[in-house]
C-alpha cells in the first residue's frame, strides 16, 4: 500500500519573501569576505618579469605603540606552556662521544634526541613517554618520521627513518593497541612503541645522508653531503625486478647531469632542507650554502624530474638588484625555505628566510600559466623585515640562524645570546583585507639556543569547500573570516632547556585577552580595538566569543556582550555629508565613532573589511567627498556583524554541494551527503546565535518602531535640515535595521530547520532516503546548496525526504509517533502539525493489513479520513486517494477530495468565478477554480478506474497458466467486476447527493466526455439543467454540440417538449462539417415530433415554433433533393465546382432562395426548382409549365439510348413520383398541359395509346378530374393534334380510359361512381354526335365513333 505524503506545497509559517531578503542581504557579506586578495596581488607581483620590493616604508609594520591608540600590547604569540627536558636524558648528555641531535615530530607530538647511536623520543607535552631506541652502533646522522606507502607496512601508522654514515634504517612506529574500531589510536594520547628490528635497512654507500622528508603517499626522499637528492623505493617483497628496499640517486639521473662536462659541474653543496608542497607536487631542496633545487613530481605526485636550480649566488645577486639600497649582505645565508601552498597564491610558490630576517618570494612558473607544471624558479619579490622604514626606532632581526613560515605567519629564531633567542613573528591578520601586505611584528625572548621549530598540523573544525564545486582557483579566506571554525595554531620550540609551545592569537583570542587583561568592555583598549577592525568586524568577534563557547568562561561572555552593545555604534541616516578625506579613501561610515589621528602611522581606514552596502536599494549612494541630493540608511555595526558572522558560520554551505555519489560497486552509485559529521557543529553555532538574538531584548527593544534609540542621536546631517526630518530619517533607520534583523533571524531558523531535517536523514541512512526519490528531485539534489535550499520551490525535495523517513518506519510497521514527534520538535515549519496528522493516517491505513473485521476496519478507516481531514487544504491528495483505494475505502476519497475543495476554496470563488463566465483577468478566482478541480480530478479518476474494472472481462477470467504447479493464488488488492460495480454505484450515487455545485459541473462534463449520457440522463437534480444548458453555449464546439443532444433528450425526458423541440431546431441549424443533411432533417424531424407533443401547443408561441419547423423540414427535404441531384449529376460530370457544393449542401441547412438562385437554377435542376417553387408556394404558370417540359425532355434524354419500353417506363415512373408530390396542387402539377405534352410525345413515338392516362391514374389523379382534363384537351380542337396525324387520339384514350374503368368499377366508391358515369355517358354522347359528320369520309372517326358506341352501352348498363 502507498502511504500519502505531505503537500507538494508545505505550508511554510515563515514568509518565504522576508528569507529571500535576508538572503539577498546575506550574499553581500559574502561577496565582502570574498574580496580578499591574493598574495602576490598584496606584494604588488603582477609579472615574473617585473620583480620588486616591500618592507621600506612605515605602512607595510604598522605600530601601535602611540598612547591615542591605546594597544601598546596587542597579544600576537601566547605562550601555552613550558615543559623541561625529561631528566632521564639530561643524564644521557653526559655519555656522548660524538654527535647529539634535537628535532620534533608534531605529528604525534613527540620530540626527539640523538645521542651517538642512541634515539630517545618523549611526548614534548608532558615530558613523558619516554621511548628509545639503541640497537644502532654507528652515529646517527640524521632522524625523521614519515607514512609509509598504503598497503606496504600494515597496521603501522609510521616510519622512523634513521641515517647513520653506514646504514640507513626504517624502524615501525605504533601507538598502543588498535582500538576497538580497528583504526589506529590517538598518537598524543597513547603510548609510542618502536618496533625492535628495523623493517628496511640498506646501505648508504658512503653517502651521509643529512635531511629526511616524505610525502602523505609514502614516498621518502634523503638529502645527502654530496648534494644529491636520493629517494628510498620500498615495497613488502622481494621481486623479479627490484629489491624489497633501495635507493635512487635523483640529481645524478637526471639528464642534465649526464651531459654537463665534470668540468663544469658545481662543487658538492650539502643538502641540509627538503621541502615538499604537496598540494602543487613539487620539493625544494635548499643546501648549505644557499642554493635552491626544483623537482617535479608530476600532477599524481609518482613522478621526480629535475626542474632547475639557483645557486645562492646568483639568488643574492638577483635580490640586490631588486633592492638596490640595501646592503647585499642582508641577502645571503639562506636559513629556511617553505612553500607557499594554493591557498595563500596561485602564482607564489616558494620563500627564502635569509639570516637578516629577509624574505624572498619565488616564482616557478610564468604568471599568465598558472596550470602548468613547474618550469622555472625565478625571484620575484623582496620583503624586507621590521626595522628597515626610514623613520622606524624599532631594531631588526639579525642572526637568525632557524625560521618556519606557513599561511602568512613567519617566526625567525635570532640569536641574541649563546643561552638565549630572541623570537620574531609577523602576521597579516589583523589587516586581512587590505590590498596590500600590511604585517604586525613581535619579538619574545626565548631561553637557550633553539634547535628546533615547528608547528602542529591542525585541522579545521569543519570541511573546507569542495574546489570542484565553482571550478575558480581561488585562496583560503583570511584568518578573520575563519577564525570561529579554526583551531589555535600551536607552535613548537625546541632547546636544550626544553620545549616552549606557543599559540598563534587569532583577532577573537586578542579581544577576549584585552577584556580579561582590562576587567571588563568599558574601556579605551577595547574601543581601540573596535576601531582598529571596524565595528562590524569587531561586533562579528564579539559574537564569536558569546556564541562558540570560546569564552570558557560567564563572565566574558557577558563582557564581550557588553562590548557589542556599547561598541557597535547604531543605526543612521546620512543626509550628504561625507567624512573628512583624511579618513581614507576607501572608508565608509559605520555607527561607531572611528575618528583617529591623522598624524599616525596606522591607519584604521586602510585595514578595515572593505564596506558592505548599508543602503536600502531605493536609496543613492554619495561619492567620497560629495554632497547628495538624497539621503541614505547607514546600518550599525551590531547590525553589520550579525550578518557578518553568520556568513561566516554558513560560508562552507551556502554555495557548496552538499551531496556527493559515493560508488559502492562497479554498478552502483549512490547519494551521500557531503556535511553529516560536521552538521551538529552548524547547529549549534546557529543555535547559539539565535538564543543570543532572541534574548537580546536591550537590542531590539531599543529597535522601536517609533525612531527612539537610546544611544543613537548621531545624524550626518546639515545644519539646514529641521528636527522633525532628523527624527523621521532617524526612525527609519531604526526600523529599517529592525525589519532586516527580523528577516535574519527568521534565515537562522530556517537554516536551523533544514539542517535539522538533514541531520535525521542522515541518521536514517541517507542514501536509502534518497533512494526513494524521483530522478527530477536526485537531479535537484545533486545541484543544491543551502542558499538553494533557502530559496522557494524546494517544498517538493523536503517532503520527499520526510516521506522517505516515514516510510521506513511504515515499510517495518513501526510507530511513527517518536519520529513525528521529532521532526516536529526539529522543524515545525517543515514537518508540521499537519504532517504529523497525515503520517498517523497512513500509520493507520498501512495498519489494515492485520485486520480482519469489518467494524474494526471501518473505524480505522474513518479515523484516517478524519486526521486527513483535519490537514485537508495541504494534503498531497493524489496519494492520499491511493492510499484509500488501495484500501477500497472509495467513499472516503469522495469525501476528502470535496472536504479538500471546501477548505483550499472556503469562499466558493470558483463558482463565482465559473457562473460569470471565466473571465481571464479575474486571477484568483483562476486559482480557486484550478484548485478545486485539482480536487475533483482524483474523484473522477477513481470513477474511471472502477467503471473500467468493471468493464474489464479479463478480470477474474479463466486463463492458461503459465507454468506448471497448482493454481496462483489470488490476490485481495484485485476487485472483482460484481465488486467494481459495486463500489461503482455507490460512488456514483454518493456523489449525486454532495451539494457541491461546481462539483456537479465537473461530474456531468466527465459523463459526457466518458459516453455516460444514458446515465446522466437518470441524474435527478436541481444542477444538471443549469449545466447542461451553460454547456451549450460554452467550451469546444464538439463539447457544445455533446451537451445539446443531451439536452434535448433531458427536456424529451421530463416531457417539456417545447424545450427540446427547441433545442433540436438548435441542432439542426448548428454548423458543422460532421453533421450532415440527413442527420439535420432527422433533428428537424423530432423537433416536429415534440412541437406537436407540447401540453400545451395551443399557444401561440408553441404554434408559430411548430410551423416554423415544419417549414424548415420542408425547405431541408428541398434541399435533399438538389443534394442528390447533383450527386447524379457528379456521376456523369466530375468538377470541383459540383463537389464544392455537395459538401456545402452537406454541411447546413439553406432557405429555398439559396437553394433556388445558386444550387438549382445555377446547375439547370428543373425538377428542383419545382420543388422549390411549390414549397415556396410562388406560382408562375409559364415557369412551371416550361419546368415540366425541361423534365420530361430531361427523362427522355436520359434514356435516348434505351429501349422504346424502357422509355416508356422511366418517364413514366418520374411523372407518377413527380405526381403523387404536387398531383393535388393543380398550380404545380398542371394536368392539362402535361397530359397534352405526353401525348404528343406518345403520338410522335408510337406509344400505347393508354400510357399517358396510366401513368396519371397510377399518379393518384381522381378518374373524373383526368377525364374533364382530357375533355377540355379535346374541345380546345387545338391544331397540333391534326399536325400529329392524331386528330381523333384524344377520343381513342377517353374511350380506353372509360373501357379500363368499366372493367373495374368498384375501384370508386357508390356515390363517385354513379357520378363519374353520369358524366362519362353525356360526354360520350357529345362526342358521338360530333362524330357522325366525319364518319363518312374518315375511316378513323368510323373507329373511334364505334369504340365510343361501345363504351356508351356499357356505361348504360352500369348505370341502370
Known sequence: MMAASMSKTLVISKPQGLIDQASAELDKFFIADNSYDDLSKRLRVYSEASPNDSGLVDRDYPVFSDEKQSLPHLPELSLMKQVPLPNELVEQFSHMQCNCMMGVFPEIQRAWLTIDGN???????????????????????????????????????????????????????????????????????????????????????????LTIQGTSGGRLFLGARDGCLYEILYQAQDNWFSKKCRKVNLTSSSLLSFLTPSFLKREEEPIIQIEIAEDRNVLYTRSEQGSIQVYDLGEDGQASTFVTELSHTSITKSASQIIKTVDKSNFQNIVHISAVGKGESVCLHLVAVTASGVRMYFSMRPFNAVTSRPSMLKLVHVRLPPGFSGSTTSQRPSKVHMAHYNRGTLLMASSQAEDMDLLWATGSDCFPFHSELMETHVSIPIGGHMWAMTEEPSENVVWKRDPKDDGRVRCDPPLVVTQHMEQLRKFVLLSAQGTYMLTKLRPVDQLRSILIQNQGYDNIEVESFFKLHKADQACATCLILICSGLAVDNQVVDWAAGAFFMHGGDPTYDFGVRPPATLGANYSVTGADVTMNPGLSFHPAQVSTPHVSKLNADMTIAPAGGVTTGGQVILSGKHDGIYLYLARILRPLWDSKLVGEHRVSSSKVVMKSRIDDELKWFMEQLSTLLSFLQSSTQYMASLSNDGYLPNAGRLMTSNHIDEATKKKCLGEAVAKEKQSLQQLMLLVNSCLEILGLWNIVCDHQFEVVCAALTEAQVAQLKSCTLRSLLSSGNEQIFSAMINGIIQQYLGDNACTDVISNKLRETCPSLYSLDDAKCSKANELLLSLGGIATAPERSALLFDALNLYKEVSPHLNLQEVCESLSNARYYDGVLDICLTTANKRDPQNIALHYYKHGEPSDDQTGYNMYTARLDCYNYVLDTLKFLLSTSYNTNVMSPSVPSKPGPPNKQTNSVLTISEAEHYTESLYNLAIKSNDELFHVRLYEWMVNNELTDKLLQVSSPYLEDYLRRSATSGTPDFQFQSLEVLWRYYEKNKNYSSAAGILNILADKPSVSLDLLQRIEYLCRAVMNAKSASFRVDKMDGDLLHELEEKLDVAKVQVLVLESLRRLQQNYRSQQIDTAISKLNSKLMDVTTLYGEYAEEFDLAECRLSILHCAGHYDSVLIESLWTAIIDKEFELTEAQSRDNKMIVVQNKVICLGKKFGTNDKFFPL??????????????????????????????????????????????????????????????????????????????????SRFIATADGLVSGYLVELQSSTIANPQAQSTAKKLREVQSRLQRAYS
Not at 607514512?147 to 640507513?168: A, E, H, N, R, W
Not at 402535361?1234 to 406518345?1242: F, G, H, T, V, W
Not at 393508354?1250 to 399518379?1259: E, F, G, Y
Not at 380546345?1276 to 368499366?1302: T, Y
Open 1232 to 1313: 392539362s398541359y402535361i397530359i397534352k405534352d405526353m401525348e404528343l410525345r406518345s403520338l410522335e413515338s408510337g406509344y400505347d395509346v393508354n400510357w399517358v392516362a396510366n401513368t396519371m391514374k397510377l399518379s393518384q389523379i381522381p378518374l373524373l378530374q383526368l377525364l374533364q382534363s382530357y375533355d377540355n384537351l379535346y374541345k380546345a380542337k387545338d391544331p397540333c393534334w391534326r399536325n400529329h396525324g392524331g386528330q381523333f387520339h384524344l377520343l381513342m384514350v377517353i374511350a380506353s380510359l372509360l373501357d379500363s374503368f368499366l372493367s373495374q368499377p368498384h375501384s370508386l366508391s357508390a356515390y363517385e361512381r
Open 119 to 209: 634515539i630517545f623520543v618523549w611526548n614534548y607535552e608532558t615530558g613523558g613517554d619516554l621511548a628509545y631506541y639503541d640497537s644502532l652502533k654507528e652515529t646517527i646522522i640524521a632522524c625523521g618520521l614519515v607514512k609509509p606507502k598504503p598497503g606496504v607496512c600494515s597496521g603501522i601508522p609510521y616510519l622512523l627513518v634513521v641515517t647513520t654514515p653506514i646504514d640507513v634504517y626504517l624502524l615501525g612506529v605504533t601507538f598502543g593497541d588498535v582500538n576497538s574500531t580497528g583504526q589506529m589510536n590517538n598518537p598524543a594520547t597513547s603510548d609510542m612503541n618502536l618496533l625492535p628490528s628495523p623493517l628496511y635497512s640498506l646501505p648508504s654507500d658512503n653517502c651521509h645522508f
